[in-house]
């Protein structure tokens, strides 16, 4: 059986809000990566060490190993993970779920939806609190894709404001 690369739902087609989840293996594989970066880090931080022993080499060592662990320790929480993400755009907010914990930005709050080309983010702009940031990995979704959804839904929920949504791209402060 072959199935849609988006994993979205709405109650009726065409709709603009819908729900998106996670893409599980995608996140694996990018683990898996880190994971074969951490081993070429360590290699790497092992051998500066035994070539060149000088405090500079130890200190760069150092790093290396700090940095394998961070990958590593990313390794393991990536498997360890249970709980999928999941994206709904309702008409009344967006609203980010992983487990039990709920981030929720209603539509009335929302000041920007714009993409940080620096990080390959979508920003989520509050009128008041923090941005909520989303990283592009819903099954099928690219950063600009995964805009355009959030806009969409914006825009049908009717709480644009009256000067337009912002349509900025590049990087956001």
Avoid: Q
């Amino acid at each position: 059986m072959a199935t849609s690369p988006v994993s979205s739902s709405s109650s009726e087609p065409g709709s603009p809000f819908r729900t998106f989840e996670e893409d599980v293996g995608g996140g694996r594989a990018i683990a898996s990566l880190r994971l074969l970066g951490a081993v070429v880090v360590l290699a790497g931080g092992a051998w500066l060490v035994v070539s060149t022993p000088t405090p500079f080499a130890g200190g760069m060592a150092l790093l290396a190993l700090l940095v394998a662990l961070a990958w590593i320790g990313g390794y393991v929480r990536a498997r360890r993970r249970t709980a999928t993400l999941v994206l709904s755009l309702t008409p009344e907010a967006l609203e980010v779920t992983l487990g039990d914990r709920v981030d929720r930005a209603a539509w009335a709050d929302v000041a920007a939806v714009v993409v940080d080309e620096d990080r390959l983010v979508v920003k989520i702009e509050r009128r008041s609190g923090e941005p909520l940031v989303l990283d592009p990995l819903w099954r099928g979704l690219g950063v600009y894709d995964l805009e355009a959804a959030i806009r969409a839904a914006w825009v049908a929920s009717g709480a644009v404001p009256a000067d337009g949504p912002a349509r900025s791209r590049g990087a956001v402060p």
